[in-house]
């Protein structure tokens, strides 16, 4: 088991819960404030020491492979305008690692996804990062992932503590404590109610794998609506390997969903000083107009 130097992106969804934006757009790349969520994505991938990233897209998802490609006639314009502080946001988005697309030529589900790069990955522990879930992290979440996989030599999948009558919207993890952050998973269930949830640790899309869960996908049967869920493979590969849950520092956005989204923009902009006080008086004024 070697140093994790390749991750997966799957981007192959209809993202039907941005209708009707997503008609036309990828919603992996839709903005938080000026730059797509994928490219969040990315970054936290490349920030934990990832060199190259398999993205996993579909039919007309182009715009995906575009952007992290040198935009020349984009690129030559912005030389001869001598904006060269745009020429550089524009050209560090290809710079950034090497990105292999693979096209998932049928919506089969998120572990037939993951299956779809296997011939990129091959026999190397890999990370897979999910595209709804923004994670703002001091240490990038998929690098404090890297760091037990490391440790402990198991494939681990990040988790958070979400209150008991959430636990329906979520996979929930359930298991032997190792320690105050750290669970050895016994049983994953998606989206349980309250009464049946294992425990109130989710699993919000960042997981460290081992190659065999390639093998597992291959013998996963497909479950609802035919597809083969990355769930089942990792029960599997909890019985089968081990995996373990480390509950990982940083704030979580849902931007698949439309509030998450709406969550992560006012955040990310109060971040960015330039931004700040103005999106404070924006808030303030629209706060004033509903009292």
Same mark, same amino acid.
Do not use: W
């Given at each position: 088991?070697?140093?994790?130097?390749?991750?997966?992106?799957?981007?192959?969804?209809?993202?039907?819960?941005? &209708? @009707?934006?997503?008609?036309?757009?990828?919603?992996?790349?839709?903005?938080?404030?000026?730059?797509?969520?994928?490219?969040?994505?990315? =970054?936290?991938?490349?920030?934990?020491?990832?060199?190259?990233?398999?993205?996993?897209?579909? #039919?007309?998802?182009?715009?995906?492979?575009?952007?992290?490609? +040198?935009?020349?006639?984009?690129?030559?314009?912005?030389?001869?305008?001598?904006?060269?502080?745009?020429?550089?946001?524009?050209?560090? *988005?290809?710079?950034?690692?090497? *990105?292999?697309?693979?096209?998932?030529?049928? @919506?089969?589900?998120?572990?037939?996804?993951?299956?779809?790069? $296997?011939?990129?990955?091959? %026999?190397?522990?890999?990370?897979?990062?999910?595209?709804?879930?923004?994670?703002?992290?001091?240490? @990038?979440?998929?690098?404090?992932?890297?760091?037990? +996989?490391?440790?402990?030599?198991?494939? *681990?999948?990040?988790?958070?503590?979400?209150?008991?009558?959430?636990?329906?919207? +979520?996979?929930? *993890?359930?298991?032997?404590?190792?320690?105050?952050?750290?669970?050895?998973?016994?049983?994953?269930? =998606?989206? @349980?109610?309250?009464?049946?949830?294992?425990?109130?640790?989710?699993?919000?899309?960042?997981?460290?794998?081992?190659?065999?869960?390639?093998?597992? &996908?291959?013998?996963?049967?497909?479950?609802?609506?035919?597809?083969?869920?990355?769930?089942?493979?990792?029960?599997?590969? $909890?019985? =089968?390997?081990?995996?373990?849950?480390?509950?990982?520092?940083?704030?979580? +956005?849902?931007?698949?969903?439309?509030?998450?989204?709406?969550?992560?923009?006012?955040?990310?902009?109060?971040? #960015?000083?330039?931004?700040?006080?103005?999106?404070?008086?924006?808030? %303030?004024?629209?706060? #004033?107009?509903?009292?």
């Amino acid at each position: 088991m070697g140093t994790i130097k390749k991750a997966v992106i799957p981007a192959a969804g209809l993202g039907t819960r941005f &209708l @009707p934006a997503t008609k036309a757009i990828p919603k992996e790349m839709i903005p938080i404030i000026d730059t797509p969520m994928i490219q969040h994505i990315a =970054e936290e991938a490349v920030q934990s020491g990832i060199e190259q990233i398999v993205i996993v897209t579909a #039919r007309h998802k182009e715009s995906i492979e575009n952007h992290f490609d +040198y935009n020349y006639e984009l690129d030559d314009t912005l030389e001869k305008k001598g904006k060269s502080d745009l020429l550089k946001i524009s050209q560090d *988005v290809a710079k950034m690692c090497e *990105v292999i697309s693979i096209r998932q030529k049928n @919506p089969l589900g998120l572990g037939h996804a993951v299956l779809t790069a $296997a011939p990129v990955i091959g %026999n190397e522990p890999f990370a897979v990062l999910l595209g709804d879930d923004l994670i703002d992290a001091r240490v @990038p979440c998929t690098r404090q992932l890297m760091d037990i +996989y490391e440790q402990e030599r198991q494939s *681990v999948i990040g988790v958070m503590e979400v209150p008991l009558e959430e636990t329906s919207k +979520y996979g929930i *993890v359930g298991g032997a404590r190792k320690n105050s952050k750290l669970t050895q998973v016994e049983v994953m269930v =998606e989206k @349980p109610e309250p009464k049946d949830a294992p425990s109130q640790l989710a699993t919000p899309g960042r997981y460290i794998l081992d190659p065999v869960i390639f093998d597992i &996908l291959r013998r996963t049967p497909a479950g609802k609506g035919g597809e083969i869920q990355l769930t089942d493979a990792l029960q599997i590969l $909890a019985k =089968e390997k081990g995996l373990l849950a480390f509950e990982y520092e940083g704030d979580r +956005y849902d931007t698949g969903d439309r509030l998450g989204f709406i969550d992560a923009t006012l955040a990310f902009a109060l971040k #960015r000083p330039e931004l700040k006080s103005s999106v404070l008086e924006i808030m %303030n004024k629209h706060l #004033r107009e509903q009292s």
